[in-house]
T-cell receptor
Framework: DQQVKQNSPSLSVQEGRISILNCDYT??????FLWYKKYPAEGPTFLIS?????DKNEDGRFTVFLNKSAKHLSLHIVPSQPGDSAVYFC?????????FGTGTSLTVIP | EPEVTQTPSHQVTQMGQEVILRCVPI?????FYWYRQILGQKVEFLVS????????KSEIFDDQFSVERPDGSNFTLKIRSTKLEDSAMYFC??????????????FGQGTRLTVV
């Protein structure tokens, strides 16, 4: 039973444009959501998070949006840079267990 | 910057052998985790550990698996009798308790386990 879903396995975006990565979840008990970035042969690196009491959190080029009624969150990267090319994992937690999506591989084309 | 470190980076073992994967979490963190990622699949939760005991575990974490915090710094995952399907990247993570349970986990670089 996959509680966190990333339905797009890959995404290609031109440098300078906006990248939008989407994530859906099923468990209404999740109260904290995170995005991780992963390069090959490395562990996931924390990128940005949002609490369920908010609907938006911004950190530089990265913004996470949370729509609780739709159980949907998204990560916006503006502007996209070639160094952003990586696999992005959405994660959600209720308590001390993190549930991960399957990841979206982002390629930013120079 | 504090980081989670894992050793070894790559472990090759024969089927049926025991392996121990080692992790040094960030020093002031209180929660520790093991995750794994089979090639091409999702990152899967195995176990969380707090106050010297398992707090949660998944169905993957069966009797072949055990975790231990043998001293104040190391956190280990032992697989007693490895199977071919145990081949995966194993990630250790740790998080601090901010009192509200909302905190990110920091991951190590992973140990690639190959069972032959």
């Amino acid at each position: 039973d996959q509680q966190v879903k990333q339905n797009s396995p890959s995404l290609s975006v031109q440098e300078g444009r906006i990248s939008i990565l989407n994530c859906d979840y099923t468990n209404s008990m999740f109260d904290y959501f995170l995005w991780y970035k992963k390069y090959p042969a490395e562990g996931p690196t924390f990128l940005i998070s949002i609490s369920s009491i908010k609907d938006k959190n911004e950190d530089g080029r990265f913004t996470v949006f949370l729509n609780k009624s739709a159980k949907h969150l998204s990560l916006h990267i503006v502007p996209s840079q070639p160094g952003d090319s990586a696999v992005y994992f959405c994660a959600a937690s209720a308590g001390n267990q993190f549930y991960f999506g399957t990841g979206t591989s982002l390629t930013v084309i120079p | 910057e504090p980081e989670v470190t894992q050793t070894p980076s790559h472990q090759v073992t024969q089927m049926g052998q025991e392996v121990i994967l080692r992790c040094v979490p960030i020093s002031n963190h209180l929660y520790f985790y093991w995750y794994r990622q089979i090639l091409g699949q999702k990152v899967e939760f195995l176990v969380s550990f707090y106050n010297n005991e398992i707090s949660e575990k998944s169905e993957i974490f069966d009797d072949q698996f055990s975790v231990e915090r043998p001293d104040g710094s190391n956190f280990t995952l032992k697989i007693r009798s490895t199977k071919l399907e145990d081949s995966a990247m194993y990630f250790c993570a740790s998080s601090e308790d901010d009192g509200y349970m909302n905190t990110e986990a920091f991951f190590g670089q992973g140990t690639r386990l190959t069972v032959v």
